[in-house]
Structures are given as C-alpha cells and as structure tokens.
C-alpha cells in the first residue's frame, strides 16, 4: 500500500518541487524546481537522501499535514512556526511523524520560502520527467486542502539531526557579473546601480524579485529601444520600460527584451528569494575568475552539509559533566547557574 502525506489545509502558494526541469528552454520551460536550492541540498543532507526528491514549498504559510506512516521529515529554508501535535518543532531539524499525527507549519517567520521534505520524498505523477511544479508554464499546480501526496519508501532513522544554517534573509551583498549587454548601460549608470540599496518590492514572485529603492535614478539605458529579444534565464537582471531591476528567477521566462544589466551568481540566489520584507541588498560587480572559485567554494561547502549535520539533543554518554546536567530532579553536581 502506497504511503500518502495528507493535506488538511494549506497555504495559498504550497507547491511540490524538485530540482527542477533542464533541457526544454527550447520548448519555452525555465528550470523551475525549487526557488531556495540550498535548502533543498540542507533537507537532502539531514536526511541523508538525494536532493533530487521531491519536498514541498511554503510560499509565506504551510499548512496542517499527517501521514499515513511513520515518516521522518526535515524543515529548511526560511523558518516557520511549527509543531506536531502540539509540540514545538526545530527548524533546520529532522523530526519522526508517528501516522497519524498534526503537523501544523506556517506563518513564516523571517524569509519567505520555507521547505518540508520527507524521508523518500514526494512522488507525485511524473511530468515531463520531473516531479515538480511550474506555475508559469502550466506544469502541475499549487497543493489545495484535501490533496493526498504519496511519498516514496525509504530506510531513513535519521530523527533529531539538525544543521547550523546561516541566516540568508536578512540582505547584504549580492554578487554579479557583467551580460553582453552591461555596457550599453555605461560607467555612471553601473556605478549607481552597485551604489543603490534595494529592498525586495511585495510584487515579487517565482519569476522574479522585482527590487525597489525609491531614490534611485531610472536605471534604463537610451540603447533599450533598439535591442531584440533574445534568451534570457535564471539570475539575469533585466532593468524594466520604467528603469526598475527585475532579477529573473526558477520561473522565469525564456525569451526577453529589455536590457540586462547584470546577472547574479547562481549561489547568491538563494539570499535573493529568501529576502525579508524592509531587508536591503546592494549589488558589486566580480570578474569571472572571482565568481568561478566562489561558485567552486560553495559547491564544495553543500558537499560537506551532511558532515556538519549533528544532534539536537546532547547525548549524556558523549557529555563530559554529566552530573551538571538535570537528568533527574534534585541529583546533580551542585554546579547549576542560577
């Protein structure tokens, strides 16, 4: 009998995604997939599976699930507030779901895409040999009340891991290089693109972050009016009609024709999509040799993600003071605080 994750409720932008579909920008389908690719390789390494299988995105709000089986299940990406039956939830954790019990996730709490994987993974019908969900391109929906979510068989005893996550919300510096169109842009219009603070406009979605700072200057080139649409994909920033940034995200389109400032580094992205409402970001400009060893450096750092998973709870045979600790009432060393 096929195990089902069942949907008692659920926010207005639940999605099932994977790592997305590759190879069909001829046929007009971007990669979509996931919007916060980091957390799906943090998911696959506290349980130890491939980041390929499939997880659910909460886009703001999650919703209330249970299982038709024992399951274990890891929450990543922008943190929510979350229990099971009852029962406060780590984020950034791995938790056992006995069948049968509440989970309720949402709202977010900072960031805005916050991830739900399960051991297996979830297998939905495939699609164009993909298990995901693009909204833009038609592929699959968003998960409604009622929904019943099969999820694959797997081993995992993986409960009670967790992994230290650095906070990719709260802005900062994004990294780009230049498009073979940044120049038509010219040197005074770059230099107060890399100069402005942006914050994330509330019209941001899937497809793109549209970026807003209402003192910046009109970022549109006098060149915009003679250039062709062409292929654009993830990452790209095309400045708009009325000289706002857009930076192009899992869903974007395939083809475009406004200007291109610049494009971010693909492991920047994710600080891009989690970007908190009021959180700003400036842009500065690297070399391609700059972005090649920072692209190498993060790849090597999600390879060592599974290494880094460890307990949330401490195990006293592994504690030192273990007559510090309160493991029953009144026996201890005397060496508590307070």
């Known amino acids: 009998m096929t195990a089902t994750f069942l949907v008692h409720q659920a926010g207005p932008a639940v999605t099932v995604q994977d790592l997305g579909w590759h190879g069909y920008v001829a046929q007009g389908v971007s990669r979509g997939g996931a919007i916060d690719m980091l957390a799906m390789a943090e998911g696959a390494a506290l349980l130890g599976q491939s980041p390929n299988l499939a997880a659910l995105e909460m886009a703001g709000f999650g919703g209330v699930f249970s299982a038709t089986r024992d399951c274990v299940i890891a929450l990543t990406g922008a943190e929510m507030r979350a229990d099971l039956d009852g029962r406060a939830l780590a984020w950034n954790a791995t938790h056992a779901v006995p069948a049968g019990a509440k989970l309720n996730i949402g709202p977010v709490m900072r960031g805005v895409y916050g991830y739900l994987h399960i051991s297996g993974g979830f297998e939905p019908p495939l699609i164009l040999q993909g298990r995901g969900t693009h909204l833009a391109a038609g592929l699959r929906a968003a998960i409604r009340e009622g929904a019943e979510l099969p999820f694959g068989p797997s081993s995992a005893t993986r409960a009670g891991l967790s992994l230290d996550v650095a906070d990719r919300s709260a802005g900062g510096v994004i990294r780009i290089l230049p498009t073979l169109q940044s120049d038509m842009f010219g040197a005074d219009l770059l230099a107060a693109f890399q100069n402005t603070s942006f914050t994330r406009d509330p019209r941001s979605n899937r497809m793109g972050v549209r970026l807003a700072a209402p003192d910046a200057p009109n970022f549109a080139p006098e060149a915009a009016r003679n250039i062709l649409s062409d292929i654009v994909m993830e990452g790209d920033i095309q400045i708009t009609g009325d000289g706002t940034p857009y930076v192009l995200m899992a869903e974007s389109q ?85």
Request: glycine share 10%; aromatic share 2%.
């Open 254 to 338: 395939t083809t475009g024709g406004y200007p291109r400032i610049a494009q971010v580094l693909p492991c920047d992205l994710p600080r891009l999509a989690q970007l908190s409402s009021g959180a700003e970001v400036m842009f500065q400009m690297i070399s391609h040799g700059e972005a090649v060893e920072i692209e190498r450096a993060a790849q090597a750092a999600r390879a060592q993600l599974g290494a880094m998973c460890k307990p949330v709870l401490r195990d006293p045979r592994e504690a030192g003071d273990l007559l510090a600790m309160q493991l029953i009432s009144g026996v201890t060393a005397g060496e508590d605080e307070g």
